[in-house]
């Protein structure tokens, strides 16, 4: 082969995408974050198979609940220092910044809306990842009802990291949840961000299983 050509192959998508802006060739460029869109959704698409896949045969001969050990562990390894920033002395407004930039930075796909009442910020989201294993004609999901699936069988195992770290796990730091989240059909969700955590209703700590307490506020007024 061609040395110019095998030198050209060890160049990332990300660096050709530079060089191009650079260079001012918008087209070229454009057809580049296209193909990124495209190989990226693709690429995600066979970890969630993965993860998937782990979580079932883990739920069929382990049991149910050592899938709440391993998103609890999952929750302190990986997701609370990508995320512990909801607890911080921030306002509510840079809470809301910053939980957009995790779907549309982190997961790289766009928010359906936010919308904002009296009491909450309301983010609305086709959901690329638990979402899109919903949508699957067969996924892992609970044979029985659980604190940390909201109560409900059929609850896909991959989204129960949201009740069991976002919520569950929350509560237990600082007396509420982060967010609340409601799986919708059709690959969607809906989540919750309320401007002071003491207004977040009773039912969704009895849905886990657990008490309303005094909430510790962690945010600037």
């Known amino acids: 082969m061609d040395k110019k050509e095998l030198k050209e192959l060890t160049v990332s998508i990300f660096e050709k995408l530079r060089r191009q802006i650079k260079e001012g060739n918008t087209e070229k460029a454009l057809e580049l974050v296209n193909e990124i869109d495209s190989t990226k959704h693709d690429f995600d698409e066979s970890y969630r ?35 512990g920033w909801i607890f911080d002395p921030i306002s509510i407004e840079e809470k809301v910044r910053k939980r957009s930039r995790t779907w549309t930075h982190f997961h790289m796909t766009n928010l359906e809306a936010i919308e904002e009442d009296d009491e909450k910020f309301i983010f609305k989201i086709k959901c690329d990842s638990g979402g899109s294993i919903r949508m699957w004609p067969q996924y892992g999901k609970t044979k029985e009802p659980h604190p940390w699936s909201h109560g409900e069988k059929d609850f896909s195992y991959y989204c129960a990291h949201c009740p069991i770290v976002l919520e ?13 989240s409601e799986p919708q ?37």
């Open 185 to 221: 059909p059709n690959g969607k969700c809906i989540q919750y961000l309320y401007k002071d955590p003491a207004k977040v209703p009773e039912k969704y700590y009895k849905r886990l299983g657990l008490e309303k307490k005094k909430a510790t506020r962690g945010q600037k007024s």
């Open 49 to 83: 198979q993965w993860i998937d896949l782990m979580l079932t045969y883990i739920g069929d001969n382990m049991g149910e609940e050592a899938l709440y050990e391993i998103h609890r562990e999952n929750g302190e390894r990986a997701l609370w220092p990508r995320l």
């Open 168 to 180: 569950m796990m929350a509560i237990e730091r600082k007396g509420y949840p982060a967010w609340v």
